[in-house]
């Protein structure tokens, strides 16, 4: 097994919590890829979205998670990081891809608004199609797949046991 763990889900399914909590129980270090955009390119990524678009978005996703040097690392992706075949390729290649699973009415429950999280969706598109279009890629991408519908502690302990 690699010594990373890339987190993949849903905006709301827990990636950047449970990144926390795993980094610290393995005593790895902790990469959050949306954190990587903004700092970057000192700005939000609903500012980036507002301003040159979702595909424009994706395409610096793509960039910021194919520059990461895995070494013992945790990494929180953002939620359209799938849609990026090359991206993905290269977490599978470096790290241990994890796909958080949460139901889409949980996700609704943890995220009070899509409106200003950077959201990368075609604009027509509903947050639910979003959700429905994103399970599949995720399912495709992942290593393994836990299901984060517990507390925060459970859902990294079976990572834990996994690693």
Do not use: W
């Not at 980094?23 to 959050?32: E, G, V």
């Not at 958080?100 to 943890?110: D, H, N, Y």
């Amino acid at each position: 097994m690699k010594n990373s763990i890339s987190l993949i889900g849903m905006a709301g399914a827990g990636k950047s919590s449970v990144g926390k909590e795993l980094a610290a129980a393995l005593d790895l270090s902790l990469i959050d890829s949306d954190d990587l955009i903004e700092n970057q390119y000192d700005q939000t990524l609903q500012s980036i979205l507002d301003q040159q678009g979702h595909i424009k978005l994706r395409a610096i996703e793509e960039s910021v998670l194919t520059s990461i040097n895995f070494d013992q690392t945790i990494l929180s992706t953002g939620g359209s990081a799938v849609y990026s075949p090359k991206a993905m390729r290269y977490l599978q290649q470096h790290s241990t891809v994890i796909y958080l699973e949460v139901p889409f009415a949980q996700i609704l429950e943890r995220v009070s608004s899509f409106l200003n999280r950077g959201f990368a969706k075609e604009p027509e598109q509903t947050i639910e199609e979003a959700f429905l279009e994103r399970q599949g890629l995720y399912a495709e991408y992942a290593h393994h797949t836990i299901k984060n519908t517990q507390d925060l502690q459970s859902c990294v302990s079976k990572i834990i046991t996994l690693f």
